[in-house]
């Protein structure tokens, strides 16, 4: 079946370092892919929806600045946390749409788990 | 705003117990419903969605779903849980407006007690 390859899944670094996290469809074609955070015991909070080739869009209240999208090719989308912080320490999720069955479920990565000291 | 909400943060119940998990949704229009289920420390899975149709969808082990118009509500159910449902339920809904944006429940954790 479809599979959305997420990596890292975990960091652990110190304040002020910027992390990539790479989001990848493994066997279909996904021109638009979904970063989402998840808090602790809390739901997945979308954070923007990445669009291959052009820009992404941005839930409201988050940064586009902080968190830089990049979405090069209909396979892979990537998260970079800009200047990290201790508050941004999250579990972060992406999941993408099959071009080809763009009315199915998402598929969704395992997760990155990132941890700011 | 066009929100998804689930009743119960934390339910706990002992094997052979029936599950009902509420969830109900604020979009109108058309919307597609998901239950995802998380064990701990793995990946979403997709357990049930409905689209169309038979509002009583039938999911993977056991689960079903009954999509009710009227009162914009999927509540999920099983008839005899396992200790093996131990996990955390999640719904959402996906509204066509909405660029394809999957809006997820605060989510509601099972503990299964053997």
């Known amino acids: 079946g479809a599979v959305v390859s997420q990596h890292p899944s975990r960091v652990i670094c110190k304040s002020g370092t910027s992390v990539k996290i790479e989001c990848r469809s493994l066997d279909f074609q996904a021109t638009t892919m979904f970063w989402y955070r998840q808090f602790p015991k809390q739901s997945l909070m979308l954070m923007a929806t990445s669009n291959e080739g052009s820009k992404a869009t941005y839930e409201q209240g988050v940064e586009k600045d902080k968190f830089l999208i990049n979405h090069a090719s209909l396979t892979l989308s990537t998260l970079t946390v800009t200047s990290a912080h201790p508050e941004d320490s999250s579990f972060y999720i992406c999941?993408?749409?099959?071009?080809?069955?763009?009315?199915?479920?998402?598929?969704f990565g395992d997760g990155t788990r990132l941890s700011i000291l | 705003a066009q929100s998804v909400s689930q009743h119960n943060h934390h339910v706990i119940l002992s094997e052979a117990a029936s599950l009902e998990l509420g969830c109900n949704y604020s979009?109108?229009?058309?919307?597609?419903l998901f239950w995802y289920v998380q064990y701990p420390g793995q990946h979403l899975q997709l357990l049930l969605k409905y689209f169309s149709g038979d509002p009583l969808v039938k999911g993977i082990k056991g689960f079903e779903a009954e999509f009710i118009k009227s009162k914009f509500s999927f509540n999920l159910r099983k008839p005899s849980v396992q200790w093996s449902d131990t996990a955390e339920y999640f719904c959402a809904a996906l509204s066509r407006n909405q660029g394809g944006k999957l809006i997820f429940g605060q989510g509601t954790e099972l503990s299964v007690k053997p």
């Open positions: 999941s993408a749409r099959d071009n080809l069955f763009s009315n199915q479920p998402q598929h």
């Open positions: 979009y109108g229009g058309t919307v597609n």
